[in-house]
Structure formats: structure tokens, C-alpha cells
């Protein structure tokens, strides 16, 4: 890291903060940004917004936080709310059921949302053209590197066609993913482990509310010989199904063996179209530090979880919420220091909310001994229940208890 250099050259372009990664903590990140009156360049190596398989749940917190914008409604005019969720077992149809209208005195939004992330991007994006002059987006663009001073940030750009530039900020902003390039340079541990088993999501139109009694549209599955979940979408069900015992993850994505395992799941599911297949690995990490200097990281870029329980982009949107408030006072004047603040209010949430919350409900589903799972369910039979448990396990499990947490923290 460089800290005697003052950039200067007619060749550079300079904004108050450079974010690097367009995916919904970036673009987010980048629209509070501009309403606090910062000058943004976010850059992103892809050619335009990606509508591939990601995240597709909603937590409360997170559909109040883009109520700010007006994007609230347009999601939901997208997607499906989800009033409940469920924990079953297949075979006997027994299930634990969490109602999240308990949460109604504590958010305006007593439920999930399930609608396709990249549907928010999208949000994000025509926002920040109607309103946000001071926000630009450059797409098929990669940050090669960088290096900062006491005061700025010179990030050197590649755009797809090789053309070179450097841009200059004050802060730079790592929410490129798990990859990230920017967390890379910033020379940080990355530490936590890789979980052994392959996740296969498959997406189909067929109705499988039809046909499997009382499901909600949120449903995490032990089976016999495993676990799947259904969550559906306002057109699809998407379906998180896993390799059998001694089929690679090769075997595992071929059609016949997709359409199997949906099969055993519903008998009747017979010769539906499977619309979408993507292997994914199942990783738990988080950096030893959001902050190094000028250069702070938010999202995937900081930290990687299970997906159940949907917490990982709902987490990293409110890293974003909170940086953007924090950045935008630094870059007002105030102390750098604020960045640390940063660090201390969400590396901890990240640990203690997200990622053993979601670690743990990948143990639950993951077990295989049928007492440890009747043992599991009773025990959530129990909780949903009981309005008291109910409402402080659906606090945590719906992200605000540790949204609060996080704002406490001084």
C-alpha cells in the first residue's frame, strides 16, 4: 500500500467513491450514495445485468429499507409474498410451521418476499438513471487494481475492449462477490471452510402446491435418503436438490438424474419441463476486516453463507445501508474513523446472524439420523407454537434482531 503518493494526470477521472461490483449490494450501495449527494462511479465486468440463478427471498428489514426508494411495491407486484415457512418431513407430511405476522408490531412488512434478485438490480438500475445524475455505471468494466494514499484511491480500470483508465476517489468500495478482486488486493485472511455437498438448484412451472398437502411457499425438506427445499416464485418453484451417495456432481446435473430426484419428491411431477439447472458449493467465510485504510468491502466480498434461510443478500444490502451513511459523512468531512465504526457494527452481525444462523440451518438439514430430525421438528413444533418463542426465533431468523444489534453498536 502506497501513503506518500499524491495522483495527479489529465488521463484520470475522479469521483468521490469508485464501488466495484454491480449486483444489488453494489447498485444499492451506489443509490444511497447519490442521495446523500456523493458523486459515484460503480463499475462491473459484466455486460449488463445477469438474470441467472441467485437469491430470491426477502427479509422484512430489507423490504424497508427499499421502501425508501419505491422499489418495495414493485417487488411485490413481482413476486409473492409469504405469510409462512415451513421445516417437513417428506414422507409423513408432518411439518413446523412459522407464522410472520407475529412481527407485526415491529415491521411494516410481517413476511417474505420471494422474487428473483435480479428483479432488485433492475429496480436499482432505472432508479439510479431517473434520479441519480451524480451516480454513473460503467458495465464490461474490471478492476486490475489499486493503490491508496492518506487521502485517495487510484483504482486502475480495463474496460472489455482493452481500453485503459484510472480513476481516482476518495473511497473504494469492494462489493464484488465472493471472487472479489478488490479483497484480494487489500491482502486480508478470508477464513472459514467449504462444505462438502453440492447444492443442484433446478427450476420448474409445475405446481407442486397441487399436489403435496399444506406447503407453504417456503419449504426446507428431509427426505428419506436427504433433503431438498421448495421455495417458490410468482411463476416458478425453485428446488435445491443434492448428488446422491455415489453419483458425481456431473451425474447429478444430467437430466434424467434431475428429473429422478424431482420424482421422488412428487410422483406426479412425470415429464415436466425443468427450466434451469446450476450447481453450486456451499461456503461459510467472512475477512478478518471490512476496512483496510480508504478501501472498505461490503456483501459476498466480506462475507459467504449457506443460502438457507436466505440471509446472504440481505445481509450484504444492509452492510451497504449502513457504509453509505458512513461514507458519505467521511467524504463530508468527517473522521475517517467512521469507516471503522463500519467494521465494528457489521463484521460481528455477519458472524453471529448470518453466518451461524444460516451454518445451523444447514446442520439441521442436513442430518440424517431420524430421532435427531423427529427431535428437531418437535423442538420448532414447539417454538412456532408458543407467541413468545415465535416471535423471538422469527426476530433473529428475519434479520431483525441483528439489524438492531448492529445499529447499537458504538
Sequence with gaps: MSTNKHFSNSSQQAFDVVIVGGGPVGL????????????????EQSEALERDLRASTFHPPTLELLDEMGITPKL??????????????????????????VLKDHTRHPYRLQCEQWRLSEHLIQYIADHLSNVTIRW???????????????????SSHGELQDL??????????????????????????????????????????QHLEHLSYINYCWKKQGTFSLLRLKDVW???????????????????????????????????????VRPYRIHQRVVSNYVK?????????????????????????????????????????????????????????????????????????????????RLALSELQRKSADPGLALSYLLETSMITGLAESNAII
Design 28 to 43: 444499492y450501495c451506489a443509490a444511497q450514495l447519490g442521495l446523500k449527494g456523493v458523486s459515484v462511479c460503480l463499475i
Design 76 to 101: 411485490i407486484e413481482q413476486g409473492l409474498i409469504a405469510p409462512t415457512w415451513q421445516v417437513r418431513m417428506h414422507e409423513t407430511q408432518e411439518y413446523a410451521e412459522f407464522d410472520l405476522s
Design 140 to 158: 464490461s468494466t474490471s478492476c486490475k487494481s489499486f493503490e491508496q494514499t492518506s487521502s485517495q484511491v487510484k483504482v486502475a480500470t480495463q
Design 168 to 209: 481516482i476517489c476518495k473511497i473504494l468500495i469492494g462489493a464484488d462477490g465472493a471472487k472479489s478482486v478488490v479483497r484480494k488486493g487489500m491482502n486480508l485472511s478470508f477464513e472459514g471452510e467449504t462444505f462438502p455437498e453440492t447444492t443442484i438448484l433446478a427450476t420448474t412451472q409445475f405446481p407442486f402446491h
Design 238 to 276: 425453485r428446488v435445491s436438490l443434492y448428488p446422491g451417495r455415489d453419483e458425481s456432481i456431473d451425474e447429478a446435473i444430467q437430466p434424467n438424474s434431475v428429473r429422478a430426484k424431482l420424482l421422488e419428491i412428487c410422483s406426479s411431477f412425470g415429464h415436466s419441463p425443468v427450466l434451469e
Design 293 to 373: 485504510g480508504r478501501v472498505v468491502l461490503a456483501g459476498d466480498a466480506a462475507h459467504i453463507n449457506s443460502p438457507s434461510g436466505g440471509m446472504g443478500m440481505n445481509g450484504g444490502i444492509h452492510d451497504a445501508h449502513n457504509l453509505a451513511d458512513k461514507a458519505s459523512r467521511v467524504i463530508k468531512g468527517e473522521d475517517i474513523a467512521l469507516l471503522d465504526l463500519y467494521d465494528r457494527q457489521r463484521r460481528p452481525i455477519a458472524i453471529m446472524h448470518v453466518i451461524e444462523q444460516s451454518a445451523r440451518n444447514r446442520a439441521r438439514m442436513q442430518e440424517t439420523q431420524t430421532d435427531k430430525r
